[in-house]
C-alpha cells in the first residue's frame, strides 16, 4: 500500500515536470554572423534619429514660437506734421512688412497730456517727433523708459543729441524763425518783414500776429523759453505779456500759423523755419527771417513708452530712426529738418546757418509745466484755438 503511494506520487511528480518543460518559453536564437549587433545598432541610430528629429521640432517649435511672439503692430504717437507720420508708416512697413503701424497726430503739448493721463494704462508704444523740452518733462514723470540702441553711436553729439540715461534720442533739429506774408508787405508800404524780437511789438504788427499756444504746442513753447533765455524772466516775462498783445489768434498747432499767413490770414507767424519752407515750397507767398539778437531751436526727439505692449517693434523703431537713410527721408514728405546722426546730409543746411542762442534744454524741460501754466492763467487762456 504504501509503495503504491509512493509510486503515484513519483509519477504524479513526472507529469508536473514535463508540462512546465512545454510551458516554459523558448530560448533566444543563437546570434549568427553578427545578426543581433546588426539590429542593436539599427534600434540605437533608429532612436538617435528620432531624437535628432525631436531636438528639431523643438528647435523649430521654439522659433516658430518666437516669431509668433514678436509683434506684428506699434502704435505710434507722432508729433511732425502728419504728412512725414504717413510717409515714416509706410517706410518702416517697407523694412518691416510683418508689422502695422498705427499712429495718432498731436501737437507736443497734446502728446505730454495724453501720455500722462493714460501712464497707467499706456497705449502707445513709442513717441516719435516734438522738441525734446517736452520729452525731458515726460522723462522726469516717468513715462519714457530707457533704451540702450546700438544706434545711439551714430549721433553727432552725444551729449545734446540724448538723454543721459538713454530714455530719448534726438532725430531732428530745427531753427525757429518768422514767416511774414509778402502780398501784406507790398500793400503795407514801408514795413518790412520782422528781424528782431523787438520788431513783433511794433504797431503795424499789432493783430497781424499769429502763433500756437505753448499748451498744445512745442513750438510756441520754445518761442516762449527762448525769451525767457533771453532776456531773464522779470524782462522776459513782461516782453511775452506785449508779445501775446500783438496776436491776432493761437493756434493749436506750431506749423499752422505758416499756412494761415500764407494764406493772408495775419501778417507775421512765428513757426520753425523748416515748416515755413515748407510752406514756401507749396507755393505760398512768404518770407523767412530769423532774430538777430539769437533764436532758439528744437532738437525733435523720440522715445519708447514705459509699460508699452509692444517693446520689440518700438525697439525696432528707434534702431531705424537713428539710421543715415531713414533721416534723409524727411524731404520726400516735405519736412526740412537736419539730421542729428553721421552719415545723414542736411536738405537745408542754411536753415541752420543763423544766430542761434545757447538753448537750455534740461531748464526748459524742468520748468515746462510752471511755464505753460503762468502763460494761460496770466497771459493768455487756452481757448477758441485755431486749427
Known sequence: MQRTVRSAILFALLVLGMVLT???????????????????????????????????????????????????????????????????????????????????????GEALARLRSEKDNPQFDIWWGGPIDSFVAAANDGLLEAYDSPNLANLRDQ?????????????????????????????NPGVTAPTSWADLLKPEFKGQIMVAHPSSSGTSFTALCTVLQLMGEDEGWKYIQQYAGQVNQFTKSGAAPAKFVGQGEAAVGIVFS???????????????????????????????????????AARKWFDWALEPATQELGP?????????????????????????IDYNFQYCGDNKNAIVDKFTNEVAAAENLKE
Open 274 to 312: 523748416h515748416d515755413i519752407v515748407a510752406e514756401i515750397e507749396k507755393g505760398s507767398p512768404l518770407e523767412l527771417t530769423f532774430p538777430s539778437e539769437g533764436t532758439g531751436y528744437e532738437i525733435g526727439g523720440m522715445g519708447i513708452i514705459a509699460g508699452a505692449a509692444h517693446p520689440d
Open 332 to 356: 520726400k514728405y516735405e519736412a526740412y529738418q537736419a539730421p542729428t546722426v553721421n552719415g545723414a546730409t542736411a536738405s537745408r543746411p542754411e536753415l541752420l546757418d543763423v544766430k542761434l
Open 22 to 108: 512545454a510551458c516554459a518559453a523558448p530560448p533566444p536564437p543563437p546570434a549568427s554572423g553578427g545578426a543581433a549587433t546588426t539590429n542593436e545598432a539599427a534600434t540605437t541610430e533608429a532612436t538617435a534619429e528620432a531624437g535628432a528629429a525631436t531636438t528639431e521640432a523643438t528647435a523649430e517649435a521654439a522659433a516658430d514660437t518666437s516669431a509668433a511672439g514678436a509683434s506684428t503692430e506699434l502704435n505710434v504717437l507722432c508729433t511732425p506734421q502728419v504728412q512725414w507720420c504717413e510717409g515714416m508708416k509706410a517706410e518702416f512697413e517697407k523694412v518691416y512688412p510683418d508689422i502695422t503701424v498705427n499712429f495718432v497726430r498731436l501737437s507736443a
Open 159 to 187: 551729449t545734446l543729441y540724448k538723454d543721459a540715461d538713454n530714455r530719448w534720442a534726438g532725430v531732428y533739429v530745427g531753427t525757429l524763425g518768422f514767416a511774414t506774408n509778402k502780398n501784406w508787405l507790398a500793400d
